[in-house]
Every structure is written in C-alpha cells, then in structure tokens.
C-alpha cells in the first residue's frame, strides 16, 4: 500500500511545477528544448500522485535535488548547479528503487512493478541529463539561451551606442572581448554608468542598430543567426535582450525573402517595437533596393507583426512614435501623417507637387518628450539632386513652418521637457553656430560659436544635458584629424572646446548631468567643469578612430546622414515614376 500524501508533498508538487509551468511560458515555440524541466516535473508529479516504494526520507531528499535542479534550469540563476543537481537526485532515486532488500517488495507482483517504475523513472532522468548535456547553444527562434560568460571576459575594444533614457547605462558593440567564450562572435554590453561594471547583454551576430525601452532595462538590437563579412549582406532578425544579462528572445526572425528587420524604436510605454523591413544591409552601408521598404510594429512580448500602412499611399516608413498615445508618425509620398490606433490617419505636414519637392520626414529624436510638436527634415530637390535639407516645426494640429532653411550639418536635438528644439548650422567659414526655439513662446535664439567644422564626413552630434542648462557637441573642430568635444552653456551663451579630452565622442549624459565620454577602449564621464573621471578601461591603450574609417563600425555616427540618403533615392525613384 501506498502511504497518504501530506502537505510535505503537495508542496514538493507545487515547487516543482511551478518552475515547469514558467519553462513552458517562456519558451512556447520550443517545448522539445526544455524536456529536462519538463520531465523532471512529470516525473515528481507522477512520484506524489502514486504510492511509491522509495523510502519516506530518500524520497524527500531526492525531491529537494529535483526542485533545486528545476528551479536552476528555469531562472537562469545558476545554470552550472542544473546538471549536479539533477545528476544527484537520479543516483539518489535509482539507488533507492533498486535495493534488493527493500522489506516492501514481498511479491513477485510488487517487485515487477518496482522495476518498471525503476526504468520509468531511470529512462526520464536519463533522458533529461542527456539534453543538458547535448543541448546546443544556439536555438532558433523564441528565447535564445544566454550562455554564462567567463569570469575574465570583458569588452577591450568597443563602439559606444548610446546612454538609456534614465542615464543608468551604457550600450557598447564590443569588437574586441578579453578571453570570449565564442571568438567567432560579436557582443552588446551594457556598462552600469555608476559602478563601471560591464554586463554581457546578448552574443552572437548583432548589427549597430539598437533602441532602449524607456525604462532602461532592455535592448532592442537587430541580430543574424549567422556570421558575415564586412561586403556580404545578409539578413537580420529583429531580438530583445536584457540590459542585465540573461536569455534574449528572437520577436522577428530574419526574412527568408533578401530583406531585415531595420531601425529599431521602442514605444514610450514599453509594449511595442516599430522596425523597417526593407532589403538586407552589408556592414556600414545600405544596399539600394528597387522595393519600397515596409513599416511594422510587434509587440515587445512577441507576437505576429502588423504592418503599419497609410491608405492610398505606396510609401509608408515609420517615422516615431507619439508619445501620449500608442499611435505613430509616418512618412509617405503624400507627406507626413499620424497613425493614431483607432481612427483615420492625419495629415501633418503635405508633400510638394513638383512632384515631392519639397519632400517632408522624420528621423529618430523628432518627436519632442513632451509629445506636443514634431521636427522634421525637408528635403529640396530643385532641378534634379538634393539642393537643399531644412528643419521643420509642426503640432500635432498641423500648424507647422520651416524654422531653420539649408540645416548642416544634420545635427539637433529636444531638451528632455520637450520645450526647447536645438540645432546646429554651418554658416560661412565653416563657423558653427547654435539655434534654439522655445516652443511655448516661439522665441528663437542663435548662439555663435568659437568652433569649426574641419571635417563634414561625419556629423555634429547635439544632446541635452538632463538639466537642459547644458548642450554637448562632439565632432572635428581642431582639424580632420581630431574628435573633439565641447560644451555650451545656454545661460550664459559661452561655448568651450574641452581640451582636457581628445579622440573621445559623447555618447550621453548620466542622470547626475556628468556626460559620458568614451574612446575605443575607454569610458569615463566629464563634468561641466572639465574634470574627467574614469569609469571603464585602459585610457592610454586607446586606439585611433582613424583606424575604423572605412570599414564600417563608425557608420552608426553618421545615421542620419545614411537615412538621409536613403530617403532621397527612394523620393528619386518616386518622382522618375510620376
């Protein structure tokens, strides 16, 4: 006779599944992967549910092996203790099954069925071992299992992405790891901006397209499934991945057409991720294709993606997103309009009838925080090539003017209120100057500069300190040679070159308005005062950003200038066709 299950054992069942059912949750395109949580659950709720003929004390010793291993297989938290564990609970259970001089085996009968469940419960540990150990590291859709790194491992040589929006991290694209686990890979990792820490975010084949959710905690990255060369284009899946380390999870794998997922942008509420399908890039280029490219959004839990579409339109890009509701900013041939998520799109901004000359877009940070105005680029065409690009200033009624004509370098930014709209411009001699707008009063400001722009292959890049006293511009002012940063100080109109720091480029500001700067090998922060304070890396080993030229990892400085002109063929295209 089987004894009465107790609390003991119900609890033991709920531990044990409990981690089974959220294994089954978290991959629900994979179950076949997860056969060792799933069947060590089966296995205890089959043991709880039956009287068995293990002793009381073995049994319940095995089970806590059982729950540990299980609880270790579904968080993540210790995947080296996953194998022991288990590994232990089935020679604990298969030693107790298998006493030959168990007093309860008193019939041939009960001893038969003392053997059978034996090699039940022997076949699905086994079977469970055997996928630990085989399981590979790659999986193909769902969440992708992220492989503890080495305790030495760390980013030597690396690009800087961008700041979160609380100004707590730092997204790197490594090009070189300390001791990786694959050296065949590449990595994003996220660098705490306080502790100087390096986390290792996702592995594998990432593009230099990212976008952070607005509460700082995840990364929306475009990634292959396998390795490419700098002249070699090949798809790219759309993937999520924890800022602090974990499994990321494949929401849109790479198309089976010739085309990617492109331009990642999170929703300000977190829930969805709006992204480009157009033709597959090569590395720091993208290749011109004769189909227009197609807008999406997916949800950031996954799911089937919906196009985002404009009726009576060919082009439809997704520009941004708005942020008061979970609508979006498209770019078409007719002009700019707004996706609400319900109702009939509008009308902000109408295209020229020369045809599409002037032609309006948006690019990323065009959409002010506050959600109230909108910065678009306008682009002229004149007799045949681009003329002219202008800056643009609209509410979502659609009063809109041009507020800055023949903007360049492409460089402007919203203070994080959402109030003030700046933007650079090259005037004569190369000088630069400042341009703000208050949006509320429509007062405009110009602040001259004592910089110069050396070089116009790469852009001038303009970020808000989080007080909004304070403008950051990094780019060549010394001369061709140089990557410099300065800082303006809208109170007082004053614009010094820092020269405590050379080769560096912003790559944001902290929460504590300390910007962060960085070389290829190095971050530290600088304070408004010029002081700098090393945070991550060896300062003195870094290499020269001149060494990058060329082969494509800088692309990501140059963004707006590539979609820029990716916009403009696909208007030239457009305009051939009418």
């Known amino acids: 006779m089987g004894r009465r299950l107790g609390w003991r054992d119900l609890g033991l069942l709920a531990l044990a599944w409990v981690p089974a059912l959220y294994a089954a949750a978290v991959f629900p395109a994979g179950l076949a992967r997860d056969l060792p949580t799933l069947a060590v659950a089966l296995y205890a709720a089959w043991r709880l549910g039956v009287a068995l003929t293990v002793p009381p004390r073995a049994a319940f010793a095995a089970s806590g092996l059982l729950v540990g291993g299980l609880w270790a297989a579904a968080l993540k938290c210790c995947p080296a203790a996953m194998t022991p564990l288990l590994a232990l609970a089935a020679a604990l259970l298969l030693a107790s099954l298998l006493a030959v001089g168990n007093r309860r085996h ?128 090949v798809p790219f899946g759309l993937v999520t991945a924890a800022a602090a380390g974990g499994a990321s999870k494949e929401l849109l794998p790479p198309p089976v057409d010739g085309t990617s997922w492109l331009y990642p942008a999170w929703s300000p509420k977190g829930n969805q991720i709006a992204a480009w399908k157009m033709a597959a890039p090569q590395l720091g280029s993208l290749a011109p294709t004769d189909d227009l490219p197609r807008s999406y959004a997916v949800s950031a839990s996954g799911g089937q993606p919906r196009e985002l579409k404009i009726p009576g339109c060919r082009l439809a890009l997704f520009g941004g997103w708005m942020a008061d509701q979970p609508g979006a900013f498209m770019i078409t041939e007719k002009g700019l309009f707004a996706l609400p998520p319900e109702g009939k799109p509008r009308r902000l901004v109408p295209a020229g009838e020369a045809p599409l000359d002037p032609f309006p877009f948006v690019i990323d940070r065009g959409v002010s925080p506050s959600g109230k105005h909108l910065a678009y680029l306008e682009l002229t065409f004149g007799k045949g090539d681009l003329e002219r ?65 050396a070089q116009r292959e790469y852009p001038v890049r303009l970020q808000f300190s989080p007080d909004q006293r304070w403008l950051a511009l990094d780019g060549q002012f010394r001369n061709a040679e140089s ?52 945070i991550y890396g060896d300062r003195a080993a870094a290499t020269d950003w001149r060494e990058l030229v060329g082969c494509g990892v800088l692309e990501q400085q140059r963004e707006r200038d590539r979609q820029i002109a990716l916009v403009r063929d696909l208007v030239t295209g457009l305009r051939a066709a009418r």
């Not at 009063?441 to 722009?453: A, W």
């Not at 820092?498 to 700067?517: F, K, Q, T, Y």
């Open 106 to 233: 008193r019939t041939g009968q009960q001893a038969a069925a003392a053997g059978l469940r034996t090699a039940v419960v022997g076949g699905c540990l086994v079977l469970a071992l055997a996928v630990l150990w085989c399981q590979p590291a790659g999986r193909p859709a769902g969440h992708l299992a992220a492989s503890p790194e080495p305790a030495a491992t760390r980013p030597a040589m690396f690009i800087p992405l961008e700041v979160d929006p609380r100004g707590e991290r730092l997204a790197l694209f490594s090009l070189r790891d300390l001791d990786p686990p694959d050296p065949d890979t590449f990595a994003l990792w996220s660098l705490n901006l306080q502790t100087g820490q390096p986390t290792c975010s996702y592995r594998g084949f990432p593009f230099l397209m990212t976008s952070w959710c607005p509460a700082g905690q995840s990364l929306a990255l475009m990634a292959s499934r396998t390795t490419w060369a700098e002249d070699e284009a």
């Open 483 to 534: 990557w410099d940063i300065a800082l303006c100080d809208l109170q007082s109109g004053q614009t010094k070159l820092v020269e405590s720091v050379r080769e560096h480029l912003a790559a944001g500001w902290r929460r504590d308005n300390m910007l962060v700067i960085s070389t290829l090998s190095s971050v530290a922060l600088l304070g408004t005062d010029g002081r700098v304070q090393p």
């Open 389 to 453: 690009v202008d800056l643009g200033l609209t509410d979502l009624r659609g009063k809109r003017r041009v507020v800055l004509r023949d903007l360049y370098p492409v460089a402007f930014d919203w203070s994080r209120n959402g109030r003030w709209l700046a933007a650079a411009q090259v005037v004569r001699g190369d000088a630069l100057v400042l341009h703000l707008w208050d949006t509320e009063s429509g007062q405009h400001r110009v602040v001259k500069t004592p910089l110069k722009l």
